[in-house]
C-alpha cells in the first residue's frame, strides 16, 4: 500500500520543540522532492518548508526561518522536521507531500506542485 504517514505531533507549549517525522511505504522517496504544510483552522494550507532529493536543498517560509529544519534520511525512507521555540501560531495540521520531481524550486509552496499526500499530524501550541 502506498502511503505518507505524518507523526509526531501533539501539544507544547510555547518555546518548545517537537520533531515531525513523515515516513512513506509501498514506494521509495529518493525520487522525490519532499514539502511540508500547515493548516490553521480557517485558513488556507501553506507551504512552509521542502527538501530537494537531488542535493538535499531546502526551502523555508520566512515565518519558519531560523526555528524549523528539515531534513530527510533516505535510508528510513523518511523526511524529518524540527520545529524549535514554537509559537501559538504554529498551531495547525501538518501535512509532508511528494513532488513527482526531484528537487524543489522558489514555487515550493504551491500545492499544485505536489502530487501525493499524507493525512496530517496535528501541532497545537499553548501560550
Known amino acids: 500500500q502506498v502511503q505518507l504517514v505524518e507523526s509526531g505531533g501533539g501539544l507544547v507549549q510555547s518555546g518548545g520543540s517537537l520533531r515531525l517525522s513523515c515516513a512513506a511505504s509501498g514506494f521509495t522517496l529518493d525520487w522525490h522532492a519532499i514539502g511540508w504544510f500547515r493548516q490553521a483552522p480557517g485558513k488556507e494550507r501553506e507551504g512552509i518548508s521542502c527538501?530537494?532529493?537531488?542535493?538535499?536543498?531546502?526551502y523555508y517560509h520566512d515565518s519558519i526561518k531560523g526555528r524549523f529544519t528539515i531534513s530527510r534520511d533516505n535510508a528510513k525512507n523518511t523526511v524529518y522536521l524540527q520545529m524549535n521555540s514554537l509559537k501559538p501560531d504554529d498551531t495547525a495540521v501538518y501535512y509532508c507531500?511528494?513532488?513527482?520531481?526531484?528537487?524543489?524550486?522558489?514555487?515550493?509552496?504551491?500545492?499544485?506542485?505536489?502530487?501525493?499526500w499524507g493525512q496530517g499530524t496535528q501541532v497545537t501550541v499553548s501560550s
Open positions: 527538501i530537494s532529493s537531488s542535493d538535499g536543498t531546502p
Open positions: 507531500a511528494t513532488r513527482p520531481v526531484r528537487f524543489c524550486d522558489i514555487r515550493y509552496y504551491d500545492t499544485d506542485r505536489y502530487n501525493f
